[in-house]
Structures are given as structure tokens and as C-alpha cells.
């Protein structure tokens, strides 16, 4: 039996739990990217889907996660097995949504590690909200692999355009990443 000081008491099959404990604390990152977002009228959410666009191009999987629609423990669920990690938010009030600052706050105690990602996001005028999302992800030892994107109010075909672009550079990057990975496993 299995009984941690919190979560469900394990009474029979304990191996299944120590077996994915294993999987989990190794963070084994796969071909796929999350992009998490939060949106007041849906500017953002555009460009998030361009950007999945991006991802569809160079054949990485991901996962939209709409903080209005997804709690923070399953954005963690999530995250145990993604490569890169894409935030967007529009500005409001001089900062970021606050759902957003919400699901920052508890992955930063949680420390995922080897993760790459980008930040974007839709602004009216002061547009803080993306410097804001890149240097959590700082903090965070999240590897930038493209500079953060903003668009002012509702995105323009070019701006389409660059978040397709965004989504394409993240995705070769989570393909070299995986493959330097794999061929440093086999040194080992
Ligand atoms: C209550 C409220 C506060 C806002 N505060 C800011 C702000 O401080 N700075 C800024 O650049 N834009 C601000 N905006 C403008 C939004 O960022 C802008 O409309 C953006 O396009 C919204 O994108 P979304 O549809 O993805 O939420 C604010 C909008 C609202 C409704």
C-alpha cells in the first residue's frame, strides 16, 4: 500500500503509480507543443490558431489550452509530457490576464524542466503583457526559441502571417531539440 501525505491512498496495483512516478519526475518530453492562451475577444485566440497552423506545417502535435475552458492542474497534466510551451495573452490593465498569471504562478513551483517556447499576444496601446509572459518563462529556464510576438488589436493577415512563421520555427525547434536529446541518450 501505497499512502503519500497527500492524494488517493494506492491499495492495490502500487506499481502502476510508482511506474508512472518514474515516467512523470523524468519529464520525457515528446513531439509536442501546448499553446496556452487567454483572450478578452478572441485577437489572441486568432493568432493562436495561427500558430497551430505553424505546428501543423512542420508536423508536431499540440494542444490549444484555453484558460477559460482548462483548470491549472490540467494545463500541468499536460505540460509533464510537452516539449515547448507557448503562452499567449492579451494586455489588460498594464499586465496580463489574470488567469494567465494564475497558471505561471503554480508551474513556477512546480520547476518543468527542458522546456523551449514563445510568447505572444494582442495589446491596444501599452502592450505589456507579452515582456511579462517572456520573463516568467525566463525565470522559468523555458528556452526562447522565437521573440515574442505582439499584435495591436485584431490581427492582420500579415500578422497571420508571422504567427504561422512563429509556429513553424517553434516546431523545427522542438524537432532538433528531440533529436539532440535522442542522439545524446545513445552516447550515454
Ligand atoms: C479592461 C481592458 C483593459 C485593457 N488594458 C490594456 C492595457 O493596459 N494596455 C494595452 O495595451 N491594451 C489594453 N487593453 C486592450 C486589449 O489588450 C486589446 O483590445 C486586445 O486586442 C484584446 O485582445 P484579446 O481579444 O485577445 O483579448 C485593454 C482592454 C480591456 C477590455
Redesign the pocket.
Known amino acids: 500500500m501505497i499512502a503519500p501525505d497527500h492524494g488517493p491512498i494506492w491499495r492495490s496495483h502500487p506499481g502502476k503509480i510508482i511506474e508512472a512516478y518514474d515516467t512523470w519526475s523524468r519529464q520525457k518530453a515528446t513531439n509536442k507543443a501546448l499553446i496556452i492562451y487567454d483572450?478578452?475577444?478572441?485577437?489572441?485566440?486568432k493568432m493562436a490558431y495561427a500558430i497551430a497552423d505553424g505546428l501543423i506545417h512542420e508536423g508536431v502535435d499540440f494542444k490549444m489550452l484555453n484558460l477559460k475552458l482548462n483548470h491549472r492542474s490540467d494545463v500541468m497534466t499536460e505540460v509533464l509530457d510537452a516539449k515547448a510551451l507557448i503562452f499567449g495573452s492579451?494586455?489588460?490593465?498594464?499586465g496580463m490576464m489574470p488567469p494567465m498569471a494564475d497558471v505561471l504562478c503554480y508551474m513556477k513551483g512546480l520547476k518543468p524542466t527542458g522546456k523551449i517556447g514563445a510568447a505572444f499576444?494582442?495589446?491596444?496601446?501599452?502592450?505589456?503583457a507579452v515582456k511579462l509572459l517572456t520573463d516568467s518563462m525566463e525565470e522559468m529556464k523555458i528556452q526562447l526559441v522565437e521573440p515574442g510576438l505582439r499584435v495591436k488589436?485584431?490581427p492582420t493577415h500579415d500578422d497571420l502571417a508571422k504567427c504561422i512563421r512563429l509556429g513553424q520555427g517553434i516546431g523545427k525547434a522542438v524537432k532538433e531539440s528531440l533529436k539532440s536529446e535522442r542522439e545524446s541518450a545513445t552516447l550515454a
Do not use: D
Open positions: 483572450t478578452m475577444w478572441q485577437s489572441t485566440e492579451s494586455t489588460i490593465n498594464n499576444g494582442s495589446y491596444g496601446w501599452s502592450g505589456e488589436y485584431a
